[in-house]
């Protein structure tokens, strides 16, 4: 009888250890198909942002003429990078260059300015949104865009 005690126990134990080991490799099956997902981490963790300091040259410079910095930038060809653990982005600095013209030419103030480029540059859109340069940078490259241009003649009425 203590026998057929022992070897029940014996049984029992290993299905159990089995059954544990089973369960474990699922797991770990499950762990390298799968990504974490965080739920409610709106918080972007910005690695590089070469846009933002672009942004501060073309400002620092207090003047920009669009077609010779996009010769330049082409003839350098150089690119922007954004790089966060939410999205990450390059962009040749002659495209970023004529967005910023387009925008600026397109829009009527600085908030305008800002949708376009959110809209335009999606990647970079929670940046943009708390960008406080935006507003001077607007106003920079407004001036030497065909809009600006006519927005500075004096009116005949």
Known sequence: MKALYKNITI?????????SLSGYSQEKIYQT????????????????????????DLIASNEIK???????????NSSLLFVSNKNNMELVTASYLKIIRKAANRSRNTKAFQVFLMNRLPQLSLQFSIDNNLQELYFISRKDTFNGKIDALPSVL
Not at 11 to 19: A, K
Not at 36 to 54: A, D
Not at 66 to 75: A, D, H, M, T, V
């Open 66 to 76: 669009f077609k010779k910095e996009i010769k330049i930038s082409k003839g350098k």
């Open 33 to 56: 198909e799968l990504e974490t997902v965080y739920l409610n981490n709106t918080r972007e963790i910005v690695y590089k942002n070469t846009f933002s300091i672009y942004n501060d």
């Open 11 to 19: 049984i029992i134990t290993l299905i159990f250890s089995v059954g």
